[in-house]
């Protein structure tokens, strides 16, 4: 079974262009998760749904940032505009239950952003 | 409020025990994960401790004290392979999510 899958795995892009991060999660799980990892802060959880529904979004760092789930095997995680501290590893992970029950997640294998 | 306490960074020789040490602060506990990423690599889950007391899987084992927010991974027979980073990851807050930090970097030396 194919696991998590991003697009694209590296982008580079210039401040205040839009960027628009994609993500396919494994058939069958119900939860998605937006995670990003700097350097500076770790890995840190921005967004995640269940059954497509946005449950928490607290984890958004300001309006620049939105994330949608169309359908069960697609989402997206936009920025606009871009800014150079947005610069990171955005990680794609899914589960199929509760994360609290296994403390598992599936990660994909990241996209890479770098804003000049 | 939260907060998560390992180690930077840790160095051993290969064939040598290590134990990562983890400590944390958080509402709602539901229980202890252990990550490894290698550089440049997605995270992949070790194990996951929801009772105090010791899980052993292979060569990696995972404990957890409930009382004293305390939990370690000890990997034993290290091997080059095992060179990367681990993250302890409370499952807290309202919602029980994972909590990751920044990680610790191990590094196995010849």
């Known amino acids: 079974d194919a696991g998590v899958i991003q697009s694209p795995r590296h982008e580079v892009t210039e401040m205040g262009q839009e960027v628009t991060l994609r993500c396919k999660p494994i058939s069958g799980h119900d939860y998605l998760f937006w995670y990003r990892q700097t350097m500076m802060r770790g890995l840190e959880l921005l967004i995640y749904?269940?059954?497509?529904?946005?449950?928490?979004d607290s984890g958004m760092p300001e309006d620049r940032f939105s994330a949608k789930m169309p359908n069960a095997s697609f989402s997206t995680l936009k920025i606009q505009p871009s800014e150079p501290r947005d610069s990171a590893v955005y990680f794609c992970a899914s589960s199929p239950y509760r994360v609290a029950n296994t403390g598992e997640l599936f990660f994909g294998e990241g996209s890479r952003l770098t804003v000049l | 409020g939260q907060s998560l306490e390992q180690p930077s960074e840790v160095t051993a020789v290969e064939g040598a025990i290590v134990q990562i040490n983890c400590t944390y602060q958080t509402s709602g506990f539901y229980g202890l994960s252990w990550y490894q990423q290698h550089d440049g690599g997605a995270p992949t889950f070790l194990s996951y401790n929801a009772l105090d007391g010791l899980e052993e899987t292979g060569r990696f084992s995972s404990f957890l004290s409930r009382s004293d927010s305390y939990g370690y991974l000890l990997l034993q027979e290290l091997q080059m392979k095992d060179s990367a980073s681990y993250f302890c990851a409370p499952l807290g807050g309202s919602q029980g999510n994972l909590i990751f930090g920044k990680g610790t970097k191990l590094s196995v030396k010849p």
């Open positions: 749904f269940n059954n497509n529904v946005p449950i928490d």
